[in-house]
């Protein structure tokens, strides 16, 4: 009888063990590495899905700087509680304008066509009027949604600084049909206006 019980507590010890080995090991991925997030709104359409599951890096940027085209999450500049998504279009010391419905970076034109439909138009916004240039201070990054008619971003915020970020989006695991790696385009900027 007590050899029995010994055997079911050594079971039940086994079991304990491993549930909180699991705990763990989610806590420090959870805290270090990758954190899930959900897409809220449609700012990132077509790229992004409102109620997409995705997976954010939390490690990439403590090796290297954040590249144009990262899609990242990042907290609100005007309410820390909430996370937004966008995309870096521009890098800290470069010049930023909105023309005719195009972006140019240090008066190239930004070709996006890998993300962006031909018939979206980046319409200025409050803070960044059409045709005016802005500068982006050094250690800060332009972003913006890819749905750029019904996105807030450093249009009407200013920059994000990288401490903002919670990490880059690499992954979308759901709805399925969406399951797959997210991939950084390869910019060709043309000079231009």
């Given at each position: 009888?007590?050899?029995?019980?010994?055997?079911?507590?050594?079971?039940?010890?086994?079991?304990?063990?491993?549930?909180?080995f699991a705990l763990a090991i989610f806590?420090?991925?959870?805290?270090?590495?990758?954190?899930?997030?959900?897409?809220?709104?449609?700012?990132?359409?077509?790229?992004?899905?409102?109620?997409?599951?995705?997976?954010?890096?939390?490690?990439?940027?403590?090796?290297?700087?954040?590249?144009?085209?990262?899609?990242?999450?990042?907290?609100?500049?005007?309410?820390?509680?909430?996370?937004?998504?966008?995309?870096?279009?521009?890098?800290?010391?470069?010049?930023?304008?909105?023309?005719?419905?195009?972006?140019?970076?240090?008066?190239?034109?930004?070709?996006?066509?890998?993300?962006?439909?031909?018939?979206?138009?980046?319409?200025?916004e409050a803070a960044l009027g059409e045709?005016?240039?802005?500068?982006?201070?050094?250690?800060?990054?332009?972003?913006?949604?890819?749905?750029?008619?019904?996105?807030?971003?450093?249009?009407?915020?200013?920059?994000?600084?990288?401490?903002?970020?919670?990490?880059?989006?690499?992954?979308?695991?759901?709805?399925?049909?969406?399951?797959?790696?997210?991939?950084?385009?390869?910019?060709?900027?043309?000079?231009?206006?």
């Amino acid at each position: 009888m007590i050899d029995s019980l010994k055997s079911v507590f050594g079971v039940f010890w086994d079991f304990i063990e491993a549930i909180v080995f699991a705990l763990a090991i989610f806590v420090v991925v959870y805290l270090f590495l990758f954190q899930p997030n959900q897409v809220k709104g449609g700012s990132m359409y077509p790229t992004f899905k409102d109620g997409q599951f995705i997976f954010t890096d939390k490690v990439t940027y403590r090796f290297g700087p954040p590249k144009r085209g990262d899609v990242v999450v990042f907290r609100s500049p005007k309410n820390s509680e909430i996370d937004f998504i966008k995309r870096i279009i521009g890098l800290s010391g470069e010049t930023i304008k909105i023309s005719a419905g195009k972006v140019y970076v240090n008066g190239a034109l930004l070709d996006e066509s890998d993300y962006l439909g031909l018939d979206v138009n980046t319409g200025p916004e409050a803070a960044l009027g059409e045709n005016q240039e802005f500068v982006i201070p050094e250690g800060k990054y332009f972003v913006m949604g890819d749905n750029r008619e019904h996105s807030s971003d450093s249009r009407d915020f200013g920059p994000v600084v990288p401490s903002e970020f919670v990490g880059r989006v690499f992954f979308r695991y759901w709805p399925i049909s969406d399951f797959g790696k997210t991939e950084t385009p390869q910019y060709q900027i043309t000079q231009g206006s």
